[in-house]
């Protein structure tokens, strides 16, 4: 089964930017619905943005304009630039691959990484 490693999580200010980078194992991620999502503590796990396999992108209103979710298919890579980051982005983020037509994760979660927003 596909696995995911998440990376580049960080502390930043308000304001400030980060890139998160997510690769996943194996074959077949071409064909893959991915999608980003993020747990602050003591909140559930929430959808934050989705890419289709042709790129069609998607995303929570809460990062709307902020955030802009891509992928490199011959890197098994999708990222998340997050830009004008705010307090309440704080959270764990993690990538998985989407049931198409969905927000349900289907493959196996890595560790996350960790995004903290602080001054």
């Known amino acids: 089964q596909v696995q995911f490693v998440e990376s580049g999580g960080g502390l930043v200010q308000p304001g400030g930017s980060l890139r998160l980078s997510c690769v996943a194992s194996?074959?077949?991620?071409?064909?893959?619905?991915m999608g980003w999502y993020r747990q602050a503590p003591g909140k559930q796990r929430e959808l934050v943005a989705t890419?289709?396999?042709?790129?069609?992108?998607t995303y929570a209103d809460s990062v709307k304009g902020r955030f802009t979710i891509s992928r490199d298919n011959a890197k098994n890579t999708v990222f998340l630039q997050m830009n004008s980051l705010k307090f309440e982005d704080t959270a764990v983020y993690y990538c998985?691959?989407?049931?198409?037509?969905?927000?349900?994760?289907?493959?196996?979660w890595g560790q996350g990484t960790q995004v903290t927003v602080s001054s």
């Open positions: 890419i289709s396999r042709s790129g069609f992108k």
């Open positions: 194996g074959s077949g991620f071409s064909i893959y619905a």
């Open positions: 998985n691959r989407i049931s198409v037509g969905t927000t349900l994760a289907i493959g196996v």
